[in-house]
């Protein structure tokens, strides 16, 4: 199968990563962001947690630091939306939506899938859709007990260097997390080697996107 890249090495790429809550991005795409970066390509990252108070702040900007500590630039914005209610707080979500359509023009948007099983993340994925109507769109996934996983459309071959390094920063900055059944290393490169295996990644791993509308040149 020919794949088709989003960028080359050497080329500037301007990317929006939203996420709910602050382990989000980095669970749904962070080997994906640190492959990137580690092909050479020069990511230009507008970096978005919805959710974050307190402890979950400091560790959404102690992670997204990490993460980010080879792009070409990084702007982290860590909000205080209550986790769980973000249908009830619809008004004021959207009204930031729309002042940060103001401020940025990215080449690509990672966001929730829009059949995620948890409310905060529909309302973020419908947001995004709703709010950035002209742009290219990837919706990432989250494993839960919820069960919920679909059948993506787009992939990201990554390394097993990525992918480990993504383990690490994950198990490394959430320790609020740790006490979850399901945040492991096993069940990250769970899925990673299912992703890789449905795309013959290379190195056996991926991560796995929806992209509901691409357009081809």
Known sequence: MRALQLA???DQLSMLCLGAHSDDIEIGAGAT???????GIKLDVHWCVLSGGAIREAEARASAADFLCE????????LSFPDGFFPERGEAIKEWFESLKRRVEPDVILTHRRDDA????RQVCRLTWNTFRDH???EYEI????GDFG?????????????????????????????????????????????GMECRATERFAEAFFGRKLTLI
């Open 151 to 195: 059948q993506p459309n787009v992939y990201m071959p990554v390394s097993a260097a990525a992918l480990d390094r993504k383990i690490e920063l994950l198990l490394k900055h959430f320790g609020t997390q740790r006490s979850k059944q399901w945040f492991d290393a096993d069940t990250f490169r769970g899925l990673a080697r299912i992703r």
């Open 136 to 138: 290219q769109i990837l």
């Open 143 to 146: 494993p839960k007990w919820d």
């Open 71 to 78: 792009a070409a630039s990084a702007n982290v914005e860590v």
């Open 118 to 121: 948890h409310q905060d993340h």
């Open 33 to 39: 962001l640190l492959g990137l970066i580690e092909r």
């Open 8 to 10: 080359r090495p050497g």
